[in-house]
């Protein structure tokens, strides 16, 4: 069974920084690309990050770009995502997809929520 587990968000104050985490379990993590998603209240999912199952060629949209980092462990079958000088805007619901940038259809974890607040 593919399972998904995000964890590591939080409240954080503009300007400030979040790690969040994707533990996954039940396929071969190291040859699957993975992803962020986003969803803000109101609005739709919106695909934040990728990376390849090597951990090569991570993309970022542009929203996110030179604030965000995606990373990978493959022996712990873990996905990360650094979040630096968080925005306003930042603030979603996110989750870990496993795709590299499909992300409506694509398995996806249940999400940790993340709120920038000042």
């Known amino acids: 069974q593919v399972m998904l587990v995000e964890s590591g968000g939080g409240l954080a104050q503009p300007g400030g920084s979040l790690r969040l985490s994707c533990a996954a379990s039940?396929?071969?993590?190291?040859?699957?690309?993975m992803s962020w998603a986003r969803q803000a209240p109101g609005k739709g999912l919106e695909w934040v990050a990728g990376?390849?199952?090597?951990?090569?060629?991570?993309d970022y949209a542009d929203s996110v770009k030179g604030r965000f980092t995606i990373s990978r462990d493959n022996a712990n079958n873990t996905l990360y995502l650094q979040m630096n000088n968080l925005k306003l805007e930042d603030t979603a619901l996110y989750y870990c997809?496993?795709?590299?940038?499909?992300?409506?259809?694509?398995?996806r974890g249940q999400g940790t929520q993340v709120t920038v607040s000042s």
């Open positions: 997809v496993r795709s590299y940038k499909e992300i409506i259809r694509s398995v």
């Open positions: 039940g396929f071969t993590f190291k040859i699957y690309a």
């Open positions: 990376i390849l199952g090597s951990g090569t060629e991570p």
